[in-house]
């Protein structure tokens, strides 16, 4: 009996890395270089790209604001950070690892990202890219928003 219980742990060992192998497209590396922190979302691409000093340590896939609810394009700063925000105006929908850059408008984890506009606004982040980006960010970041859809 012991040795059944013992395959069922390796098997489900097995299983669980194989679910937890990221995504193509997000990407993390940690950086040796100091320097400031600056983030760019680059829509025409639905990419984020995260900097240090002038090295890349972070680039992931996302999905910004559908026609109509179109994500603002401008210079803002990481105004706050939540590991769970709930969405005020949309249904009290779940927001993890959420990095507040202007009024209602958060970078967030959320379980669905397609790769083109599909928010009502906010920058979704794959689940992930989500967390070593929240980790990785200071409130005070500046966050270029770029681009547009279909250019």
């Not at 379980?111 to 606004?121: F, M, Y």
């Amino acid at each position: 009996m012991t040795r059944g219980l013992k395959t069922a742990v390796f098997v489900g060992a097995i299983l669980m890395a194989a679910l937890c192998v990221p995504k193509a497209g997000a990407q993390f590396w940690h950086s040796k270089q100091g320097g400031a922190q600056h983030v760019v979302i680059d829509k025409s691409k639905q990419m984020l790209l995260a900097y240090q000093g002038n090295q890349l340590v972070m680039e992931s896939r996302i999905s910004t604001g559908k026609q109509g609810k179109e994500t603002p394009n401008g210079h803002f700063k990481a105004e706050s950070k939540q590991l769970m925000h709930r969405s005020k105006l949309y249904g009290n929908v779940p927001m993890p690892y959420s990095v507040q850059i202007a009024g209602n408008y958060f970078i967030h984890g959320f379980k669905s990202v397609p790769e083109h506009p599909a928010s009502h606004g906010c920058i979704r982040v794959p689940m992930d890219s989500a967390e070593p980006f929240y980790n990785w960010v200071k409130v005070g970041t500046p966050v270029d928003i770029v681009g547009a859809w279909g250019q």
